[in-house]
C-alpha cells in the first residue's frame, strides 16, 4: 500500500438491491447488539444477485472477466455465494463496474458476523484479488471454515488500474487517499464503495495491499486486543509463505514485529474505512505482503491471514459474549 501519503435480528440482514445500495441491515459489533429488522442476509443476497452470465458480456475487461469467470460459475449452482456487482460506472471515459460477491455461511441461527473483505484498490496489487477468489472457491466447499459469518468481497476495487496494472485508477488518482473528504470524492468507485460501508455497518473491514518497498509481511489494526488475538495469528499463519518485516520503522511508522503501531486507520488520511461517525466501531484491518515476492507466495499469504483473521475474531467475540 504505501508510497507517499499524498492528499490534504436473530439473524443478522441487509437487503442488496442490486444497483450498489445496502437496504436495511442490523448492526452488531463486540460486546455489542441490536439493529434494524429486515429480511435475511441469504435472501436479501439472493434477491440482490444477478444470473451469472458470459463474463466477457458483464465485464469488458478481460484480465478482470478471466479472474472472475471460476466466481460466475460457481455462483450460478451455489445456495450460499452470491453474485452482486456495483452499477456500472464512467472513469475517463470507459465503463467500469465493482464486482462484489456475498456469502452467507449456512446452518447459523445466531447473528451473523458481517465482514467486507477488499482487494485491489490499487491496481497493481493482484495478489489480495487471487486470493478472495481462491478463498470463495473453498468456502464454497468448506463452508464450517466460515461458519457464522456474512462476507461482503470486493476482489477489485479499482478496476481501471486493475485492468492496466497500475497503483492508479484511470484518472491517475490513488483512491485509497480519497475515502470520505469534505467535499466528497468525485471518483465513482469510492463513491460507489463509501455508500457500501455506511450502509452495510460492518462488524469488521480487512483490506489487502501489496507493499513495493517492504521485504517481508506486515500488517495495521485498530485495537491492541485485536493485534495480540487477531493480527498477531494471521502473520504467523502467513509466516508458512514469507518472512515477516522486522523493521523497527515501516513506511514512516514505528513497528515491532511486523504490526505498525499507529492506531489504523488514521495512519493514512482517505483510506478505505468506516464512516467516522460508526457506532460501534468495526475491527479494521489491512494486511499487506512483499509485491517483490513471487505471486503465489503472496496469494497463499493472503489466504493464510485472511483464514486466521477470521477464525481467530469469531473465537474472541464469542468469549467476549460468554456464548
Not at 442490486?18 to 460486546?31: I, K, P, V
Not at 469534505?182 to 460492518?202: H, I, T
Request: hydrophobic residues 35%; charged residues 20%.
Amino acid at each position: 500500500m504505501p508510497r507517499p501519503r499524498s492528499r490534504t435480528t436473530s439473524r443478522r440482514s441487509g437487503a442488496v438491491d442490486g444497483h450498489g445500495a445496502a437496504a436495511g441491515g442490523s448492526r452488531r459489533a463486540a460486546g455489542g447488539g441490536g439493529g434494524r429488522p429486515g429480511a435475511s442476509g441469504a435472501a436479501a443476497a439472493k434477491a440482490g444477485a444477478r444470473p451469472a452470465r458470459d463474463p466477457g458480456m458483464q465485464w469488458k475487461s478481460r484480465k478482470l472477466a478471466r479472474l472472475l469467470e471460476p466466481l460466475n460459475t460457481l455462483c450460478a449452482v451455489s445456495d450460499k455465494l452470491y453474485e452482486s456487482p456495483l452499477s456500472p460506472f464512467l472513469v475517463a471515459g470507459q465503463v467500469h463496474r465493482l464486482p462484489r460477491y456475498v456469502f452467507i455461511s449456512p446452518g447459523w441461527d445466531g447473528p451473523y458476523l458481517r465482514v467486507g473483505l477488499f482487494a485491489a484498490i490499487h491496481g497493481d496489487e493482484i495478489a489480495g484479488s487471487h486470493a478472495l477468489v481462491r478463498l470463495l472457491q473453498r468456502w464454497q466447499e468448506n463452508p464450517d471454515e466460515v461458519r457464522g459469518y456474512e462476507l461482503f468481497v470486493y476482489p477489485v476495487c479499482n478496476p481501471s488500474g486493475f485492468d492496466t496494472g497500475t497503483r492508479h485508477n484511470a484518472q491517475d488518482l490513488d483512491l485509497n487517499r480519497e475515502f470520505w473528504h469534505d467535499p466528497p470524492s468525485g471518483q465513482p468507485e469510492v463513491r460507489a464503495l463509501e455508500q457500501e460501508l455506511s450502509a452495510l455497518q460492518f462488524d469488521g473491514i480487512i483490506s489487502l495491499h501489496a507493499d513495493d518497498t517492504s521485504e517481508g509481511l506486515y500488517g495495521l489494526v485498530n485495537g491492541a486486543s485485536l493485534t495480540r488475538y487477531v493480527l498477531e495469528p494471521a502473520l504467523n499463519a502467513a509466516e508458512r509463505y514469507l518472512p515477516r518485516n522486522h523493521d523497527a520503522s515501516i513506511d514512516g511508522f514505528a513497528a515491532h514485529n511486523g504490526i505498525v503501531m499507529e492506531p489504523c486507520p488514521q495512519c493514512y488520511r482517505g483510506v478505505l474505512s468506516a464512516p467516522e461517525e460508526s457506532a460501534p466501531r468495526p475491527f479494521e484491518i489491512v494486511f499487506e505482503t512483499p509485491q517483490g515476492a513471487p505471486l503465489e507466495a503472496q496469494i497463499h499469504a493472503h489466504m493464510a491471514a485472511v483464514h486466521t483473521m477470521l477464525e481467530t475474531y469469531r473465537v474472541m467475540r464469542s468469549e467476549a459474549q460468554n456464548i
